[in-house]
């Protein structure tokens, strides 16, 4: 677009899409971002390194572009400033607005940038599969291919061996995906089983219980869960021999997939295909927190989000997309990502020391899902480590293993672990220890959120070329 009248006359468009698991840190990343783009302090968010073009103004906020739903900043933003975390997310959400940077720019930049509840992305597998034959083929495909979720999905396939009532069936996918959901191993597909189709979290809908064993948690989550649209719309993968064995359920499961992938996957998953940029958040602590299985679990999942949106451009995309810029003078963009960031986000629960570990294990767990990516494509690359909010600190004498924080009961100094130099080959939930501090931000809004690198993440959201 152009303004011939205004001090800026050119316009670019540029949108980025912020994925990761649940939990991973999208929501506060982008309110904490947006903290620094209103109130741009080139002491605490450098944009140009050489200091020499560094200020940014952000001239308006608009309705968003890519989907339906404003992102709501006033609200997580409020929820930091009083110690709480942002509640979770529930749907597609967009922040845009129309910045400009440098005082000497003749652009504008038109800014979107998408936040999304962690658990839709595991339908990227079915986003990927236009029919249910392929979406089954895969996801017993990986269900086969890693030993931890081998042992969990044995049940189901036992069921699908003996016993093709259509009832039986789907009780015994939804214990599988209760029996995923309670080891937080993130690959839960139809995602409507944690989060309906009106975005209620399936612990919100199972209400307060009493303390129960897992065994019994289980039970109660495959019993009110439902895997699909709704409950009598539910459907599970099958094997190509129970297809063959059980046509009429196999069929009715389709017809089923079909409505739920028009209905609640694809405008999501189409929004993130459309971005110029990814910015992959993998909260690496908590992973290790987790163990190997969900290590295993995270991997499977970032496959299937990139094959997905398969950024970048092949040399013939690449040279039409270059023609399409020329011809328009660089207006017009072909929407596509071309630019992924991994971001290590919570950086401030590791002691300073192992910010460079925790960019090695970012890197070694990200680098071959992404090869076979870069190998073939123009694509530009990325792994930061970042905290949104950083919320630690220590003191001079500190022991080397120790972090202060504020919790509910007051401050704490408490050991933390130490990161190892590689992932190790194999470690269960629990040997890893990090901090679960309250959010720590000044009131005034006029001042900012305390980060680490958010400084790095914001040149590469504007596209400033030293990250
Ligand atoms: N210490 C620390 N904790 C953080 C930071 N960012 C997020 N967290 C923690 O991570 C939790 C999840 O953060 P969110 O931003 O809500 O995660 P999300 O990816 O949006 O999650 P969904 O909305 O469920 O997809 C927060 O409630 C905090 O406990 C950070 O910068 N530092
Ligand atoms: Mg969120």
Redesign the pocket.
């Not at 990761?20 to 990343?29: C, E, I, R």
């Not at 975390?85 to 997310?89: I, S, V």
């Not at 936040?115 to 658990?119: A, C, F, S, T």
């Given at each position: 677009m152009i303004h011939p009248l205004r001090r800026q006359p050119f316009r670019s468009r540029r949108s980025v899409g912020l994925v990761?698991?649940?939990?991973?840190?999208?929501?506060?990343?982008l309110?904490?971002l947006i903290a620094h783009l209103r109130n741009h302090d080139p002491d605490r968010l450098p944009l140009d390194p050489s200091g020499s073009d560094d200020e940014l103004t952000l001239l308006d906020e608009l309705p968003p572009a890519l989907c339906a739903e404003r992102f709501d900043v006033d609200d997580h933003y409020n929820r930091l400033s009083v110690a709480d975390?942002?509640?979770?997310?529930d749907r597609l959400s967009e922040y845009r607005a129309e910045l400009v940077i440098g005082r000497k720019s003749w652009w504008t930049i038109d800014l979107s940038l998408v936040?999304?509840?962690?658990?839709r992305l595991a339908d990227m597998v079915i986003a990927r599969h236009p029919t249910f034959e392929g979406w089954s083929d895969t996801v017993l495909g990986v269900f086969r291919k890693f030993a931890e979720f081998a042992e969990v999905a044995r049940p189901y396939f036992d069921t699908l061996g003996r016993n093709l009532a259509e009832d039986d069936v789907l009780l015994a996918y939804r214990t599988l995906l209760a029996t995923l959901h309670s080891r937080f191993m993130p690959f839960i597909s139809p995602s409507s089983f944690v989060l309906d189709p009106e975005g209620v979290p399936i612990d919100a809908r199972l209400g307060p219980s009493p303390p129960c064993s897992v065994a019994e948690a289980i039970r109660r989550k495959a019993e009110r869960g439902t895997c699909g649209l709704s409950s009598s719309e539910q459907f599970a993968p099958l094997p190509a021999d129970v297809r063959e064995r059980a046509p009429e359920l196999a069929a009715a499961f389709a017809q089923r997939y079909q409505r739920y992938r028009t209905q609640l996957v694809l405008p999501f998953a189409r929004a993130l295909a459309r971005c110029d940029d990814l910015v992959v958040?993998v909260?690496v602590t908590v992973l290790l927190e987790g163990g190997h299985g969900m290590v295993n679990a995270n991997r499977a999942f970032l496959e299937q989000v990139l094959s997905y949106v398969d950024p970048g451009l092949s040399p013939g995309r690449q040279l039409y997309a270059a023609a399409v810029s020329a011809l328009s003078f660089g207006l017009t963009r072909l929407e596509h990502v071309r630019r992924v960031a991994f971001v290590a986000?919570?950086?401030?629960?590791v002691v300073r020391d192992d910010r460079d570990r925790l960019l090695d294990l970012l890197s070694r767990l990200t680098r071959p899902i992404i090869r076979p990516h870069l190998a073939t494509k123009h694509l530009t690359v990325e792994h930061l480590i970042?905290?949104?909010?950083?919320?630690?600190w220590s003191e001079p004498g500190d022991p080397p293993d120790m972090l202060r924080?504020n919790t509910p009961r007051g401050e704490v100094k408490a050991p933390v672990s130490r990161l190892p130099d590689d992932w190790p080959d194999h470690f269960d939930p629990g040997r890893f220890r990090f901090?679960?501090?309250e959010?720590s931000l000044p009131r005034a809004r006029i001042k900012v959120p305390p980060?680490i690198n958010l400084d790095r993440l914001a040149r590469f959201v504007l596209d400033k070329k030293t990250v």
């Open positions: 990761g698991l649940f939990y991973s840190g999208k929501t506060v990343l309110t904490s975390w942002p509640a979770k997310t936040d999304l509840p962690g658990e958040l909260d986000t919570k950086a401030d629960r970042v905290a949104a909010v950083n919320s630690t924080y901090p679960r501090p959010p980060h």
